[in-house]
């Protein structure tokens, strides 16, 4: 069974300042792992995924995320925070089980970037 | 690459009317997914197609909710007699998939919604 817990619902981050976003998965097999970004009336927007490569994996926009499996986590940062960085991101899991697979979307936190 | 297109935007409609969303995923791509998005929530799985198959629904799709993908490519989504329960952002994503593995790492790639508003 596949599961991603995003650890806070609600992040607040001051502009220029380091942005933390937590996700923890749960998986059988070993899972790929997504961040997607959501402006308001938006779709989701790929900003990086894991794959069984590197374990340190760069996306758009400056953020990067860091898989690792003896903590299961797959956290989101961002070195210095833009007040256009402001959304919803979604961590979710993807991985092969019983012949299938499926996106696994955690709950969402919500990045307020203050000014 | 044009990305995915949903069309309408945005729908606005009286309760027990019926509606349809239409979805052009990116050509190349052979899965096609519908998600519910209510406000706050993240998105819930509705159901996917690979080529002109839908493959799998979910328990939310009531015999109200009917989709199609004729020729493997553009889909519909139809509500029959909404609801107030129905408002919601319907969302459509497409990417290449299959029954083996190596496809679980494919990301799939979202349009912008559709949000549908019942009087």
């Known amino acids: 069974a596949q599961s991603v817990t995003q650890l806070d619902s609600h992040v607040s981050v001051s502009e220029g300042t380091p942005v933390l976003l937590r996700c923890n998965y749960s998986s059988s097999y070993s899972p790929s792992l997504f961040w997607y970004v959501q402006h308001p009336n938006k779709g989701l927007q790929l900003l990086l995924k894991?794959?069984?490569?590197a374990t340190l994996v760069k996306g758009i926009n400056g953020f990067e995320a860091e898989f690792k499996k003896s903590e299961t986590s797959f956290h989101l940062t961002k070195p210095s925070a833009h007040m256009s960085d402001a959304a919803e991101y979604f961590c979710?899991?993807?991985?092969w089980g019983s012949g299938t697979y499926k996106y696994i979307f955690g709950t969402g936190t919500r990045l307020k970037v203050l000014a | 690459d044009t990305g995915v297109s949903q069309d309408p935007r945005h729908k606005i409609t009286k309760r027990g009317q019926n509606v349809t969303f239409r979805c052009d995923p990116i050509?190349?791509?052979?899965?096609l997914y519908w998600y519910r998005q209510t406000l706050g929530q993240g998105p819930e799985f509705l159901t996917y197609f690979q080529n002109e198959a839908q493959l799998e629904k979910s328990r939310l799709l009531s015999d109200r909710f009917s989709a199609e993908r004729p020729k493997g490519s553009f889909s519909t989504l139809e509500i029959q007699r909404t609801e107030q329960g129905d408002s919601a952002m319907y969302l459509c994503?497409?990417?290449?998939?299959?029954?083996?593995?190596?496809?679980?790492?494919?990301?799939?790639?979202f349009g912008d919604g559709t949000r549908l508003s019942i009087l």
């Open positions: 979710v899991v993807s991985a």
């Open positions: 050509s190349e791509h052979n899965r």
């Open positions: 994503a497409s990417s290449l998939g299959g029954q083996a593995p190596e496809f679980s790492n494919q990301p799939q790639h």
């Open positions: 894991y794959t069984s490569a």
